[in-house]
């Protein structure tokens, strides 16, 4: 089993305009949609479509985490969340002839929430544990270093380029993209040679 922990998952609504954003003005949408989100989470989706066995864990609250287990749940997606008393994100993204994209910071957490996530994580003993995505406020890279050192999975980290430069445990991969990898390493990332480099 692959375990993904999604520690700042999102609503992400989308919506799509004909014509620019207007200051003041009252638009239509011609599109609007609402995804479960977080890197996580989407790792998972894109695991359960190769039917590869997978759990999707994190935090949930509020309505929009309940629509974010209800979406998994219609997806076939195996899921179970530490609950919080606060809602997850709403992100929006707005499809016009400029693009926007609005991302909430998240909620606040402690570190007693990565000790009921690790005992999730216990109870389903997964070979490999796949932290992704943004860490929401009151979480850093000690958090997910905790996760990688306290089961007997292998961790893979696909985070923040910041949060890489911080992690100390050890991981059998972590997966920057270009700016990520530039963040972390203080390096040039614009060619493949660059990449190879940092």
Not at 30 to 42: C, L, Q, S, V, Y
Request: with cysteine; hydrophobic share 40%.
């Amino acid at each position: 089993m692959i375990a993904t922990v999604t520690l700042n998952p999102a609503v992400d609504h989308t919506i799509r305009l004909d014509e620019p954003l207007e200051g003041g003005a009252v638009q239509r949408t011609r599109e609007a949609r609402f995804d479960a989100g977080g890197k996580g989470i989407n790792v998972s989706k894109y695991l359960g479509g190769l039917e590869v066995e997978t759990l999707a864990t994190g935090v949930s609250g509020g309505f929009l985490g309940e629509f974010i287990t209800d979406r998994l749940e219609s997806e076939g997606i195996v899921h179970e969340f530490v609950g919080i008393d606060d809602h997850v994100r709403l992100n929006t993204t707005i499809l016009a002839e400029a693009g926007y994209k609005i991302n909430h910071a998240g909620p606040t957490l402690d570190a007693a929430t990565i000790g009921e996530i690790i005992a999730v994580l216990d109870a389903y003993d997964p070979r490999t544990v796949v932290v992704a995505g943004s860490l929401p406020p009151g979480l850093g890279a000690a958090s997910v270093d905790r996760i990688a050192r306290e089961g007997t999975w292998e961790t893979v980290a696909d985070l923040g380029g910041e949060i890489l430069d911080g992690l100390d445990a050890d991981y059998a991969l972590c997966a920057p993209n270009r700016a990520e990898l530039a963040a972390a390493t203080g390096m040039d990332t614009e060619t493949i040679e660059a990449c190879r480099a940092a």
